[in-house]
């Protein structure tokens, strides 16, 4: 249970543009649009009353408006999350946590339609407008909601509802990033007892707050970021109290459409005198795949013989500095399930690592991913199957 599945909604909505003066708020969603958004979060996390942990949080949220039909836009959505704990090692970059995938249609004044399997987006029905010119300093309230991913942290196979009344102010004019945005502000209080989960650890009280301030911008017609205080308590039913206190803020970032065939092309000429190195398209993007790559037995050191490798895929992803960066690690199908995933979290880690070092990416643009045995390419069985599979993929993110 993080801080980070909870307040991702906000960053995408998208309104139609309007003076300062008065004017009547409405979503204006037109078929073919798309936005990536990334939003940050920073948190303290405590445990009793006491710090157990800060943490910093990436999410990378790209979206589709895919229809328009009887003036609701139909969106789809993917939510890709990665953290890592305040402290860790800087070069190490984020490692993954989960992706979702969404689909929602939302009407002019903001109220979501969303089939109740979707986790994502957490919070719903914010921000909604009333149906009338609103002038700077007024306000108005609507009800929304959160729903929550509790299948990890008390076994809810469903996501959990929990409902509040946001309060909403147009403040006129702020500014973000140097620059003057006409802007609101939302407010809320979230008090739950939720019902008892047998025979599992569950919130027997949920206390919340957030307090935001939402941009746009005028011209472009769809929000430009948002920023938050936050603070949530779970009262749980063990006698522990678990607290989550933090700052977020997430923007609109623009980047061209990735001709991931062109890209790939290119690679495979570059990368053609590497031995046991391949590339290929993939969903999320571009993948190199570094076969065979040689650590110190049963450790995430790399050997000096890689490094000449990696310093020339460095020189490849520093073509194309826009797209972020994921290195997933791969093991061969020795030990248990659990070492397997930590040994190829950390051989991708070292990787990571190298690559930063060598100015390629900043650390919260490369996230790190650790498969185990997963996803093997050869057969396990032999020797050079084996050698495929103990690999790490260094893969041009399209969000």
């Known amino acids: 249970m993080k801080k980070h599945i909870l307040?991702?909604?906000?960053?995408?909505?998208?309104?139609?543009?309007?003076?300062?003066?008065?004017?009547?708020?409405?979503?204006?969603?037109?078929?073919?649009?798309?936005?990536?958004?990334?939003?940050?979060?920073?948190?303290?996390?405590?445990?009793?009353?006491?710090?157990?942990?800060?943490?910093?949080?990436?999410?990378?949220?790209?979206?589709?408006?895919?229809?328009?039909?009887?003036?609701?836009?139909?969106?789809?959505?993917?939510?890709?999350?990665?953290?890592?704990?305040?402290?860790?090692?800087?070069?190490?970059?984020?490692?993954?946590?989960?992706?979702?995938?969404?689909?929602?249609?939302?009407?002019?004044?903001?109220?979501?339609?969303?089939d109740a399997k979707y986790f994502m987006p957490v919070v719903r029905n914010v921000p909604v407008f009333p149906d009338k010119d609103l002038k700077p300093g007024e306000t108005w309230t609507a009800e929304g909601h959160e729903m929550h991913?509790?299948?990890?942290?008390?076994?809810?196979?469903?996501?959990?509802?929990?409902?509040?009344?946001?309060?909403?102010?147009?403040?006129?004019?702020?500014?973000?990033?140097?620059?003057?945005?006409?802007?609101?502000?939302?407010?809320?209080?979230?008090?739950a007892e939720p019902a008892a989960v047998q025979g599992r650890t569950w919130p027997r009280r949920i206390l919340g707050s957030s307090d935001?301030?939402?941009?746009?911008?005028?011209?472009?017609?769809?929000?430009?970021?948002?920023?938050?205080?936050?603070?949530?308590?779970?009262d749980l039913s063990d006698g522990r109290i678990v607290e989550y206190r933090g700052r977020a803020n997430a923007e609109i970032v623009e980047a061209p459409a990735m001709d991931k065939e062109k890209i790939a092309s290119e690679i495979a000429n570059e990368i053609a005198q590497i031995p046991d190195a391949t590339v290929r398209v993939v969903d999320e993007g571009v993948t190199i795949s570094l076969e065979n790559i040689q650590f110190e037995p049963d450790s995430a050191v790399l050997r000096q013989s890689?490094?000449?490798?990696?310093?020339?895929?460095?020189?490849?992803?520093?073509?194309?500095?826009?797209?972020?960066?994921?290195?997933?690690?791969?093991?061969?199908?020795?030990?248990?399930?659990?070492?397997?995933?930590?040994l190829s979290a950390e051989r991708a880690g070292a990787v990571a690592e190298y690559l930063i070092s060598k100015k390629v990416r900043a650390a919260d643009?490369?996230?790190?991913?650790?498969?185990g045995a997963e996803r093997p390419l050869g057969d396990n069985r032999t020797e050079a199957g084996r050698q495929r599979n103990r690999r790490v993929e260094i893969t041009i993110l399209e969000n």
């Open 7 to 114: 307040f991702l909604l906000l960053p995408f909505l998208v309104i139609a543009a309007f003076p300062v003066s008065a004017d009547q708020f409405a979503y204006k969603h037109k078929a073919g649009d798309k936005y990536r958004i990334i939003s940050t979060v920073n948190e303290d996390v405590y445990i009793d009353r006491r710090l157990s942990h800060k943490a910093e949080i990436i999410n990378r949220i790209a979206v589709d408006v895919v229809a328009v039909v009887n003036n609701k836009g139909g969106h789809k959505a993917v939510f890709q999350t990665a953290e890592k704990a305040t402290g860790t090692a800087a070069g190490r970059g984020f490692q993954w946590s989960r992706e979702y995938q969404s689909e929602f249609d939302r009407n002019p004044q903001g109220y979501l339609d969303i």
């Open 149 to 191: 991913d509790f299948r990890d942290s008390f076994g809810i196979a469903e996501p959990y509802r929990i409902p509040f009344t946001a309060n909403y102010t147009f403040l006129g004019t702020r500014e973000w990033k140097g620059k003057t945005y006409p802007a609101f502000s939302v407010s809320y209080r979230i008090f």
């Open 212 to 234: 935001q301030t939402v941009y746009w911008d005028s011209d472009l017609g769809q929000a430009a970021a948002y920023e938050e205080h936050f603070r949530m308590v779970f």
């Open 306 to 342: 890689e490094r000449g490798k990696l310093d020339r895929i460095a020189s490849i992803l520093s073509r194309y500095p826009e797209r972020d960066i994921l290195v997933g690690g791969h093991t061969a199908l020795a030990g248990t399930a659990e070492m397997r995933s930590q």
């Open 365 to 371: 643009r490369v996230v790190v991913q650790g498969y």
